[in-house]
């Protein structure tokens, strides 16, 4: 696994200066001009591992799907989570190494645009592909391992020879029952028969998804390795043809969208990783999806504390589910088994389902989306962050969304009954609102000034590097 984001060497489009970037930088920052530009692209971003001294002629780039985000998977009794980080093979061709290994962690990688010299190996082989295949990687990538039929099998027995005469069933006529069907190993074993590595549902949330091409040229028809020099393949054009692409589509150059606010002209404030700005002048929050930045409904939660405050973002998200009630305050309090008694006033009062709005280590992630959910704290409307130090908002409002269901998983209580339906069950927002929470800064710790919450500073000062 990479520790760290990869770096992307580029230049100032003001001045030509040169500008290292890390793979989840959003805004480009100039040390020379002091130039502050956003930076989109319509679909992925796309990089290169740049290569000197060869013929462009017989240069082949090579394309590599890279994924990086916070895994979640709903186990047989809990929610478990991990940090990925794959590459992965784009091009449908055995022949081709289907790694990058550790090669774009020591060398800087640049931006493709489509005035490069070279050929493309087209991306056949979707970045959707790696997601679906992400439960075998995720598998592959856990200690743990689904108990197969035989050691089921052997787990039953163990469980009949301790209940000693209360079974009065032989091993032989035990054995015919379950193979027949007739008995299955819940009914002997109960929870024990669920194999507890068996996943219900999984997805990453905050994932960076990138094309990296890797660098190879062609000599005497065979296609080597730019950096090692060694074979990778025998280079037959006519079978390779259908593979290379000579014309670069229009949607490889990266855009640079103005840092200014678009409703009163002044400089937009935001980490280098940020995919929310906030304008300190006129109070106002944005977002650029596409090419523009666009405003986000937010509120600001008042600050009661003559301390020092950092607001902390989350998305507040209003549940449309199908497959499982969960419209109101009461259907959480029953699915959640929470100590209230269900009041006629709480079968109407909305329910809202709680995600930060920045990234960090997947199990404090999940732990503060549920607090959150469990908590519904109130929200005062309020658009003033009254000169308060704010962190930007790095997890954009779509992988929130993703979120929810992740959630979802974490306060039912019934999961022997519901988590077998997670699959058939839909988890989307019909409204969403970026909302500000103060937290008492202190030595170590963030506290929240209202609820039982706390974050390591340590924690949220890593999660730059998710």
């Known amino acids: ?18 500008v290292i970037l890390d793979e989840a930088d959003r805004l480009l920052f100039c040390p020379f001009c002091r130039t502050r530009l956003y930076l989109t692209t319509p679909d992925h971003f796309r990089y290169h591992i740049p290569i000197a001294a060869i013929n462009s002629a017989d240069l082949v780039y090579i394309p590599y799907w890279r994924l990086k985000g916070n895994g979640f998977l709903v186990q047989a009794r809990e929610v478990a989570p991990r940090f990925i980080d794959i590459n992965s093979l784009a091009v449908d061709n055995k022949k081709l190494p289907a790694s990058l290994g550790l090669r774009p962690q020591v060398m800087n990688l640049k931006f ?17 592909g ?21 050691m089921v099998f052997t787990e039953i027995m163990k469980n009949i020879e301790k209940a000693g005469p209360i079974v009065t069933l032989g091993r032989s006529l035990m054995a015919d029952l379950l193979v027949a069907g007739l008995m299955s190993d819940k009914d002997i074993m109960g929870d024990a028969a669920m194999p507890e590595s068996a996943v219900f549902y999984h997805t990453v949330i905050g994932e960076v998804i990138s094309l990296i091409y890797s660098p190879g040229y062609i000599e005497k028809d065979i296609l080597y390795d730019a950096f090692t020099r060694k074979p990778i393949l025998p280079w037959r054009e006519e079978e390779m043809q259908i593979l290379l692409s000579d014309a670069k589509p229009p949607n490889w150059q990266i855009r640079f969208v103005s840092t200014l606010c678009p409703r009163c002209g002044w400089d937009l404030e935001g980490e280098k990783n940020a995919v929310v700005m906030t304008c300190r002048n006129c109070d106002s929050v944005w977002n650029c999806p596409k090419d523009t930045f666009e405003p986000v409904p937010f509120s600001v939660m ?3 504390s003559k301390d020092a ?8 998200m209003t549940p449309r589910c199908e497959g499982i009630t969960l419209s109101s305050y ?10 209230k008694a269900v009041q006629p006033a709480y079968e109407t009062q909305p329910v809202y389902f709680w995600s930060p709005a920045f990234k960090v280590n997947p199990a404090l992630f999940i732990r503060l989306a549920r607090q959150m959910t469990l908590l519904q704290p109130p929200v005062e409307l309020n658009e003033s962050f009254g000169g308060a130090s704010v962190h930007s908002a790095t997890l954009p409002m779509t992988e929130a969304v993703e979120s929810m269901m992740i959630t979802l998983a ?8 519901m988590y077998p339906k997670l699959a058939n069950i839909k988890a989307t927002a ?11 800064i202190t030595l170590r710790e963030l506290i929240h000034l209202s609820a039982p919450l706390a974050i390591d500073r340590q924690a949220l000062n890593l999660g730059v590097h998710l």
């Open 1 to 18: 696994m990479n520790e760290y984001n990869w770096k992307i060497e580029h230049q100032c489009p003001q001045c030509g200066a040169p």
């Open 112 to 128: 493709t645009s489509p005035d490069m010299p070279g050929r493309f190996l087209q991306a056949n082989m979707s970045s959707a």
């Open 130 to 150: 790696i997601m679906k295949n992400m439960d075998k990687m995720i598998d592959a990538a856990s200690p743990e391992k689904i108990m197969k039929t035989d």
């Open 302 to 304: 008042p600050n009661t």
């Open 309 to 316: 405050v950092m607001y902390l973002p989350f998305w507040r």
């Open 330 to 339: 009461a259907d959480l309090i029953r699915a959640a088994n929470l100590p």
């Open 410 to 417: 974490c306060v039912i209580t019934d999961k022997r009954r």
């Open 430 to 440: 019909d409204d969403v609102m970026l909302v500000y929470h103060p937290f008492r």
